[in-house]
């Protein structure tokens, strides 16, 4: 079944056109790669299906709900109780440490603090953090600080994933890592999630992929099977 879907959705910055009539479903429980150059328009096509962007023009679908037709009021809702979200730079709040920076999605939804702390801490355990609750990012390895970005985007249980570039900024064995992690949780949970990479030994973890180019959405045919 289709969870998500954004068609002929147009976005320009000023002069440049990002996204040029860009059509993409994904479907519930599915890990969907998004590949493609740089500057293809991956991480605004993953902004205008996460809320946070708005397309000029097109439509974004989630469960049957126009995003695209949201105000920020309701946009903001839904991506704060519905989605989550790993960047590539971890972007973890420095003055928090690991247990609160994993806690904020459930503090932000109205969750008691000792609760939320608690969810928390078995989402460390789970990603193998649990001696490292107490720091904060500037005492964590690159890797570690990812984990924890991770566990964040998961802790509220999030029916869409979006990561964009989680491994970027990674060496490739930490990278590998983190995308077991990463698969293995949302293959538990069941979560779909929408990965932006332009590696293809990221894209590999995921059940399908699609390239963007130039603001335009190319469909993989799947590998033939040897
Ligand atoms: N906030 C912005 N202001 C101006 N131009 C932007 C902005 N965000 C993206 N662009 C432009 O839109 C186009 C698509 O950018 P986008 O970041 O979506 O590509 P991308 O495929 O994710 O690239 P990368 O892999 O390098 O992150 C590029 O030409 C980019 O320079």
């Known amino acids: 079944m289709t969870l998500l879907q954004a068609h002929d959705v147009h976005l320009s910055f000023g002069a440049t056109p990002a996204l040029r009539g860009a059509e993409i479903s994904v ?11 740089s500057g293809s328009g991956k991480s605004t096509l993953l902004h205008c ?13 989630f469960a049957g709900r126009r995003v695209d037709r949201m105000g920020e009021h309701e946009r903001s809702s839904l991506r704060r109780d519905t989605f989550g979200f790993v960047f590539q730079f971890g972007q ?9 920076n994993v806690a904020l999605p459930l503090l932000l939804a109205g969750v008691r603090r000792t ?8 989402w460390l355990d789970r990603l193998g953090l649990d001696g490292l609750r107490l720091r904060t990012s500037g005492e964590l390895s690159g890797g570690q600080a990812q984990r924890v970005a991770l566990a964040r985007g998961l802790v509220a249980r999030p029916r869409v994933l979006f990561a964009d570039e989680p491994t970027g900024a990674l060496d490739s064995l930490t990278g590998e890592q983190v995308m077991d992690l990463l698969v293995s949780s949302a293959r538990d949970e069941g979560t779909t999630v929408v990965l932006v990479t ?29």
Do not use: S, W
């Not at 299906?49 to 679908?61: D, Q």
């Not at 973890?92 to 609160?100: D, F, Q, S």
């Open 198 to 226: 332009h590696e293809p030994r990221v894209a590999a973890y995921a059940d399908r992929e699609v390239v963007v180019r130039d603001g335009k959405v190319l469909a993989l045919a799947p590998e033939p099977i040897a």
């Open 27 to 37: 479907r519930e429980g599915e890990i969907l790669a998004v590949m493609g150059p």
């Open 92 to 100: 973890l709040v420095p003055e928090l440490n690991a247990e609160e």
């Open 115 to 122: 609760k939320a702390l608690a969810e928390a801490r078995t």
């Open 49 to 61: 299906l996460a809320g946070i962007l708005v397309p000029e023009r097109g439509e974004v679908v």
